[in-house]
């Protein structure tokens, strides 16, 4: 198979786990359940926007690469694109980035209001866990569900994604060098990355070995991901992003591209994302292609 042949197997194989993604999350809720008409569609509004679906696309990646099912691996994929979303709306309220927009849309306290945005959010982080237990009706074991749930309730609560927003809240301004960034990236973009592939693996009955394997990976794109952003946000099409550019300039927001270079932060992006793909080639997963081929991906994105 040629490169291009590849490249095209590989979109068509995203395309796939995009739309099982978007099908499932489409009905996350049970039919029977009576939610308040404006919350419900206040949270569908955030959680059916699109995106690339990125953290849900790794959990079902990793599941893959042990031989999971994807069926017993979609209820954790979709739990953690719920405490993305959840993020993203609150991370937008006025007293936080106090964005307009979000992937070309109102964002969702310009729609609903401060009060139902901040409910919203509150409704898909909790619904996240019912998911996770939802698990086990497809065979995953209950040992492994309870590790899913200790995963996700640390790496997106205050010792993870919550409290790199807040150190990102608080501490941005001061921060004079690289580490000081990385450290709250890590926690902000990449424990919940590091979540999505866990609780694929953990679904598909993964060793510790892989385990841990993963996290290097987790991190690594994550960090990745990161810096692409930043220096997306310098030289991106806004079409392509569906937000303005240069907004980190504009809020004077310390950047990789701000303390590396532009240059530099392109090419820490290609050595995370190597680094990323050599611990997944060292740890003996049974089909690997998929996530490295994910990892370049990434670090090629241009949105």
Same mark, same amino acid.
């Given at each position: 198979?040629?490169?291009?042949?590849?490249?095209?197997?590989?979109?068509?194989?995203?395309?796939?786990?995009?739309?099982?993604?978007? #099908?499932?999350?489409?009905?996350?809720?049970?039919?029977?359940?009576?939610?308040?008409?404006?919350?419900?569609?206040?949270?569908?509004?955030?959680?059916?926007?699109?995106?690339?679906?990125?953290?849900?696309?790794?959990?079902?990646?990793?599941?893959?690469?042990?031989?999971?099912?994807?069926?017993?691996?979609?209820?954790?994929?979709?739990?953690?694109?719920?405490?993305?979303?959840?993020?993203?709306?609150?991370?937008?309220?006025?007293?936080?980035?106090?964005?307009?927009?979000?992937?070309?849309?109102?964002?969702?306290?310009?729609?609903?209001?401060?009060?139902?945005?901040?409910?919203?959010?509150?409704?898909?982080?909790?619904?996240?866990?019912?998911?996770?237990?939802?698990?086990?009706?497809?065979?995953?074991?209950?040992?492994?569900?309870?590790?899913?749930?200790?995963?996700?309730?640390?790496?997106?609560?205050?010792?993870?994604?919550?409290?790199?927003?807040?150190?990102?809240?608080?501490?941005?301004?001061?921060?004079?060098?690289?580490?000081?960034?990385?450290?709250?990236?890590?926690?902000?973009?990449?424990?919940?990355?590091?979540?999505?592939?866990?609780?694929?693996?953990?679904?598909?009955?993964?060793?510790?070995?892989?385990?841990?394997?993963?996290?290097?990976?987790?991190?690594?794109?994550?960090?990745?991901?990161?810096?692409?952003?930043?220096?997306?946000?310098? #030289?991106?099409?806004?079409?392509?992003?569906?937000?303005?550019?240069?907004?980190?300039?504009?809020?004077?927001?310390?950047?990789?591209?701000?303390?590396?270079?532009?240059?530099?932060?392109?090419?820490?992006?290609?050595?995370?994302?190597?680094?990323?793909?050599?611990?997944?080639?060292?740890?003996?997963?049974?089909?690997?292609?998929?996530?490295?081929?994910?990892?370049?991906?990434?670090?090629?994105?241009?949105?």
């Amino acid at each position: 198979m040629t490169m291009t042949e590849k490249s095209i197997a590989f979109r068509e194989y995203l395309a796939d786990r995009v739309s099982r993604v978007e #099908t499932e999350l489409a009905a996350v809720w049970p039919t029977d359940w009576e939610i308040p008409a404006n919350l419900e569609e206040s949270m569908k509004y955030s959680l059916l926007a699109g995106g690339k679906r990125m953290r849900p696309i790794l959990a079902l990646t990793a599941a893959e690469a042990l031989g999971g099912r994807l069926e017993a691996a979609l209820p954790a994929a979709c739990a953690v694109e719920l405490v993305h979303t959840y993020s993203l709306i609150h991370d937008d309220l006025p007293a936080m980035d106090n964005d307009d927009y979000r992937r070309g849309r109102l964002t969702n306290h310009k729609v609903y209001g401060d009060a139902m945005a901040i409910l919203a959010g509150d409704g898909l982080l909790t619904h996240a866990f019912y998911l996770v237990a939802d698990t086990a009706r497809f065979g995953v074991p209950a040992e492994a569900c309870l590790a899913i749930v200790s995963d996700l309730s640390r790496l997106a609560g205050p010792l993870g994604m919550v409290g790199g927003q807040a150190a990102d809240m608080e501490g941005v301004q001061g921060i004079t060098d690289a580490r000081q960034l990385q450290a709250i990236h890590t926690h902000k973009t990449g424990d919940l990355i590091v979540f999505s592939l866990l609780a694929g693996a953990r679904c598909a009955g993964a060793d510790e070995r892989q385990l841990e394997a993963l996290r290097t990976y987790g991190y690594s794109i994550g960090l990745a991901f990161q810096i692409q952003d930043d220096i997306l946000d310098l #030289t991106g099409d806004e079409a392509k992003l569906g937000k303005p550019v240069k907004s980190d300039e504009r809020q004077h927001k310390v950047t990789y591209p701000y303390l590396l270079g532009l240059e530099a932060s392109r090419q820490r992006v290609v050595e995370l994302t190597e680094t990323a793909k050599q611990a997944v080639c060292d740890a003996g997963f049974p089909s690997p292609e998929r996530l490295l081929e994910l990892a370049d991906y990434l670090m090629n994105r241009d949105h």
